[in-house]
């Protein structure tokens, strides 16, 4: 199995343009999250989805952040304008809700917003 | 709501001595519990994980976490590191029923000298 796949692996970007990450879960994974780490935050969670719709989006900042899954085997997350605030390192993680909740994480997009 | 707390940021210790990374959590229902550890540019990883059962488990790099359900803790453990141990450890929580969004705490940076 690849595991889960994120890209880009990363992305340099000026503020004010628009970001798109992207994921591919592990095949069979029902739900898939979202995730921002940063020195100063720690990890967090910005999105859940569960079957391809979104559960909880609580933790997304603002409305400039948007995310999509449009089927099982793919989604992105875009931000749209970019501030340099949002430069971090954004991971992309899917379970499988029927075995133990454990969570199985890509290895991150690295987004830098000058 | 749950939170966890990772009493530690960071844990230097010596190449072959003992370590313990502390992890206390609290809850209003039952959580499953885990431990993730995260090497440098790359993303979590499962180290090993608390379901039912014995409230001792191991991982196969000799790892081993203690659930203590009546001090709410789940310290991670090593009787002798290696420098390759050296790395971001998450301990994290989730409810065992209903919601799967987990909780992760803020991690502890293990540094192992030589």
């Known amino acids: 199995d690849a595991g889960v796949i994120q890209s880009p692996r990363h992305e340099v970007t000026e503020m004010g343009q628009e970001v798109t990450l992207r994921c591919k879960p592990i095949?069979?994974?029902?739900?898939l999250f979202w995730y921002r780490q940063t020195m100063m935050r720690g990890l967090e969670l910005l999105i859940y989805f569960n079957n391809n719709v979104p559960i909880d989006d609580s933790g997304m900042p603002e409305d400039r952040f948007s995310a999509k899954m449009p089927n099982a085997s793919f989604s992105t997350l875009k931000i749209q304008p970019s501030e340099p605030r949002d430069s971090a390192v954004y991971f992309c993680?899917?379970?499988?809700?029927?075995?133990?909740?454990?969570?199985?994480f890509g290895p991150g997009t690295r987004l830098t917003v000058t | 709501a749950q939170s966890v707390t990772q009493l530690d940021s960071q844990v230097p210790v010596f190449e072959e001595a003992p370590v313990e990374l502390r992890c206390n959590y609290s809850s209003s229902v039952s959580v499953y519990l885990f431990w993730y550890v995260q090497y440098p540019n790359q993303g979590l990883q499962l180290l090993l994980k608390y379901l039912s059962g014995s409230t001792l488990v191991e991982s196969i790099n000799g790892f081993e976490a203690e659930f203590n359900k009546s001090q709410t803790s789940f310290h991670l453990r090593k009787p002798s590191v290696h420098i390759s141990d050296t790395a971001e450890y998450f301990c994290a929580v989730t409810p065992s029923g209903g919601s799967y969004i987990p909780t992760f705490g803020r991690g502890t940076s293990l540094i192992v000298h030589p």
């Open positions: 095949s069979g994974h029902n739900s």
């Open positions: 993680a899917s379970s499988t809700t029927v075995l133990s909740y454990e969570q199985y």
